[in-house]
Nanobody, 121 residues
C-alpha cells in the first residue's frame, strides 16, 4: 500500500507564506513525477506545479515567481513553498505522484487527501 499525506496548510494573511509537505510512504520502488494541485470552491481542479524525478519543474502562470516546488528523494517527500500569498490562492491543495511499488512495476498515480489553505485578513 502507498500513502500520500499532506501537511502545512492553514490560515495566513495576504502576502504571507506557507510551506506544504507531502510525504509518501509504503512499499515504494521508485517515484517519477510529483505534482501539486488545488481546487477552490466552485472551480475546477488546477495543476499548480510539477517536478520530475530529475528535478525539472513547471508552474501554472498564476503562481510563477511566487511558488516553488521541490523534492527530497531520500525521504520521498515533495514540498510547495508559497510566498506572497493572495486571497485567490485559497483552495484545498493536494499532491499526487507517479509511483512504482515493489509489487507493481507499472507507474500508477496516487493522491493525497488534501490540505486547506486559506488566505485572508
Amino acid at each position: 500500500q502507498v500513502q500520500l499525506v499532506e501537511s502545512g496548510g492553514g490560515l495566513v494573511q495576504p502576502e504571507g507564506s506557507l510551506r506544504l509537505s507531502c510525504a509518501v510512504s509504503g512499499s515504494i520502488f521508485s517515484i517519477a513525477a510529483m505534482r501539486w494541485y488545488r481546487q477552490a470552491p466552485g472551480k475546477q481542479r488546477e495543476l499548480v506545479a510539477v517536478i520530475t524525478s530529475g528535478g525539472g519543474t513547471n508552474y501554472a502562470d498564476s503562481v510563477k515567481g511566487r511558488f516553488t516546488i521541490s523534492r527530497d528523494n531520500a525521504n520521498n517527500t515533495v514540498y510547495l513553498k508559497m510566498n506572497s500569498l493572495k486571497p485567490e490562492d485559497t483552495a484545498v491543495y493536494s499532491c499526487n505522484a507517479d509511483i512504482r511499488t515493489t509489487t507493481q512495476r507499472s507507474l500508477l498515480r496516487y493522491w493525497g487527501q488534501g490540505t486547506q489553505v486559506t488566505v485572508s485578513s
